[in-house]
């Protein structure tokens, strides 16, 4: 598969990596050199200096010849031309980076398409729906629906109270419990767990189950404490606050403080009454505290700065703050921010990529999400007719190693799955594996 990257800045660079470990044919370009110096050398993947807006440019990267085109620069209108261009010139799919919610609308799709953009991706709005979802319960460290809420994933971390530590996973209830456990992440290694694998404290184990059982991995897990969330307060008045706080459920109260006086101002016209806006420095403790942080149910963390947002959440749990969230772009802090025990953490590039690598596949794939902390990848196939997949119960299937089915939809209703199910056409699977072993487990939905 011939692949065309445009943009070398964060989201762009961070694609190219991830797609050039699949050993497709990877090509970034950007008409900054600069950005493109350290990559080619460390990683199998073509780099070009030119505009994504030129034709020449184009056709020396040989863009009629592209199956996927994917434009990432920062500015949403060279990215829409850049698509449009690649498409004209031959290129089979493209995907534009956007930064304006209106072109999402559904009534637009068929306009974009006919112009030659296929695919919208507006990350910010991707990461503020991540953090709506894992904010919503305390206890949760990612919360994530499939069909509807149908089949529920859950990430939660153990601590001492939980009644399911160091008894092996074979002894838990067998086929009759009402959640799979399907990853379980320990320091920095992650396990796609057997039976006689152990949970142990301080464990960050994923749970798939349906809305019904919440409630009962609530009590296993030892959370019952934790209080519901009610208030919010967000530090940092970026597009994703923004986002966030018109997405959070009408019973949640937002604060958000922002530093910069014209921001406020500017969040004020774009936001209802339903949030707070308050001028400030969200690094001051004794302005947090005035402003009832003690009494707040939940946390963000989203300035620009990942150093900045780690700190605040740290400052937050010490204050008594049970839920944070810390939007972290450097990757390389991800796992000390696991390791501070942060809490959730939100990082979007990460996220546009996930959302942008299941238009690679050939399956039919309705979701892919990145687990930011374990190394693992979750993603929602549609079965078709005579596939693989459909030919034994799941335990006769030959699933590659470090893979795990964690559960289906059928006709709209969620099922746990075991050993012994066998998967019809129709069916909604959620496919639980390893980072990187998406491309594996296909071959089984084809």
């Known amino acids: ?39 080619s050398s ?51 799919k493209t995907v534009a980076r956007i930064d304006n919610y209106e072109y999402l609308l559904p009534k637009n799709k068929e306009f974009f398409q006919k112009v030659g953009v296929d695919s919208l991706i507006y990350p910010e709005m991707l990461a503020a729906k991540e953090i709506v979802s894992s904010i919503r319960m305390s206890w949760v460290r990612q919360w994530w629906e499939f069909c509807g809420g149908a089949l529920i994933l859950i990430g939660v971390k153990m601590r001492e109270g939980a009644e399911i530590l160091n008894v092996p996973l074979y002894q838990l209830g067998g086929p009759q419990l009402p959640y799979h456990i399907v990853a379980i992440k320990r320091g920095n290694e992650t396990l796609i767990p057997r039976g006689d694998d152990e949970i142990k404290l301080n464990d960050i184990v994923y749970f798939t189950t349906t809305r019904k059982y919440v409630p009962y991995i609530r009590k296993v897990a030892g959370k019952e404490d934790y209080a519901d969330v009610r208030n919010v307060m967000v530090m940092g008045g970026s597009r994703i606050a923004v986002r966030t706080a018109q997405y959070v459920p009408d019973y949640m109260q937002l604060k958000i403080i922002e530093n910069d006086l014209n921001r406020c101002n500017r969040l004020t016209e774009l936001l209802d009454e339903r949030t707070m806006i308050i001028n400030g420095d969200g690094r001051d403790l004794d302005l947090l505290q005035e402003e009832g942080l003690q009494h707040t149910e939940a946390f963000v963390a989203l300035t620009d700065n990942s150093e900045t947002n780690i700190l605040a959440c740290l400052a937050a749990k010490r204050m008594g703050v049970r839920k944070t969230v810390a939007e972290v772009e450097n990757i390389d802090y991800i796992g000390m921010a696991e390791s501070l025990d942060i809490g959730t953490v ?56 470090g893979t795990t089915i964690g559960g289906l939809i059928r006709q709209g209703e969620g099922v746990v799955v075991t050993g012994n199910t066998r998967i019809l056409p129709g069916d909604h699977v959620v496919v639980f594996c390893l980072s990187m072993m998406i491309k594996k487990i296909e071959k089984f939905f084809s």
């Open 1 to 39: 598969m011939k692949i065309i990257i445009a943009g070398a800045g964060a989201v762009g660079t961070h694609l190219a990596k991830l797609l050039s470990r699949e050993k497709q044919e990877i090509i970034l370009m950007d008409d900054n050199e600069e950005r493109l110096a350290t990559l």
């Open 42 to 92: 460390n990683f199998d993947l073509l780099t070009v200096v030119a505009s994504p807006t030129s034709i020449k440019g184009l056709r020396e990267v040989e863009a009629h010849k592209a199956d996927l085109f994917i434009a990432v620069t920062p500015d949403e209108s060279r990215n829409m031309t850049a698509c449009m261009l690649a498409h004209n010139l031959g290129a089979l």
């Open 346 to 401: 939100i990082n979007k590039k990460m996220i546009a990529a996930s959302h942008i690598y299941q238009m690679m596949l050939d399956a039919d794939v309705s979701n892919v999400k990145c687990l930011t902390f374990a190394n693992a990848d979750v993603a929602e196939f549609t079965v078709k007719e005579d596939s693989r997949i459909t030919k034994h119960a799941v335990k006769d299937l030959g699933l590659p190693k």
